[in-house]
């Protein structure tokens, strides 16, 4: 397994369009999250999942954002409407479960987007 | 609410010399606590982590980072910096009562002069 992987790796987009990225965690990790990164800032946390259950959703995912995992194995981030406010790069990360694994999330590199 | 505090932008050090980067945290609970790394058009890369235990830390390529409860900091460190070591580093915070969020740190830009 080479880690988290991220598609597009950039997407460029006329502002009111609407957008989907796709992240692919590390086989067997449980956990799964999203992120936004602007410049100069670091990494905001967006939503988290274990398996297909979106678990906590940050103040920051409007409702023209919405993510889902349906079977539990990769994930996808869905911009409706999209602003130029929401030109960012958007990180996925994932993380293992259970007693005594690691906590820390593996990142992807991350989906850029320019609104224009 | 948990946050990260990384008071300087920037950190200018030189090749041999020992390099520290500053954190500090608040958390309503027991903190995890986290450095990463971020080298230009690569993703986050994870140095270490403090969970419980010795307040001294060992991470990847020789960085190290020092717990310090009472004045809630979590200081990255190395005894002798390289000129790869130059990169964007980054704390992050999580409340151990069992949310995943992860707070980081807005960055400190670490530069290593030859």
């Known amino acids: 397994d080479t880690g988290v992987s991220q598609d597009p790796r950039h997407k460029i987009t006329k502002r009111g369009q609407n957008v989907t990225f796709r992240c692919d965690p590390i086989?067997?990790?449980?956990?799964l999250y999203w992120y936004r990164q602007t410049l100069g800032q670091g990494p905001e946390f967006l939503t988290y999942?274990?398996?297909?259950?979106?678990?906590?959703k940050s103040r920051l995912l409007s409702d023209r954002f919405s993510a889902e995992r349906p079977k539990g194995s990769f994930s996808t981030l869905e911009i409706q409407r999209t602003e130029q406010g929401d030109s960012a790069m958007y990180l996925c990360?994932?993380?293992?479960?259970?007693?005594?694994?690691?906590?820390?999330?593996?990142f992807g590199q991350g989906t850029r987007l320019t609104v224009v | 609410a948990q946050s990260v505090a990384q008071p300087e932008d920037q950190v200018n050090v030189a090749e041999g010399n020992p390099l520290t980067v500053k954190c500090t945290y608040s958390?309503?609970?027991?903190?995890?606590l986290f450095w990463y790394v971020q080298y230009p058009n690569r993703g986050l890369q994870f140095l270490l982590k403090y969970i419980t235990g010795d307040n001294l830390v060992k991470g990847s390529y020789g960085f190290e980072a020092e717990f310090n409860k009472s004045q809630t900091s979590f200081h990255l460190k190395k005894p002798s910096a390289l000129v790869s070591d130059s990169a964007l580093y980054f704390c992050?915070?999580?409340?151990?009562?069992?949310?995943?969020?992860?707070?980081f740190g807005t960055g400190t830009k670490l530069q290593v002069i030859p």
């Open positions: 990360a994932s993380s293992p479960t259970g007693q005594g694994l690691n906590t820390e999330a593996f």
């Open positions: 958390v309503s609970g027991n903190p995890y």
């Open positions: 992050a915070v999580r409340d151990g009562g069992g949310y995943q969020k992860v707070t």
């Open positions: 086989s067997e990790h449980n956990r």
């Open positions: 999942f274990q398996n297909e259950a979106q678990l906590e």
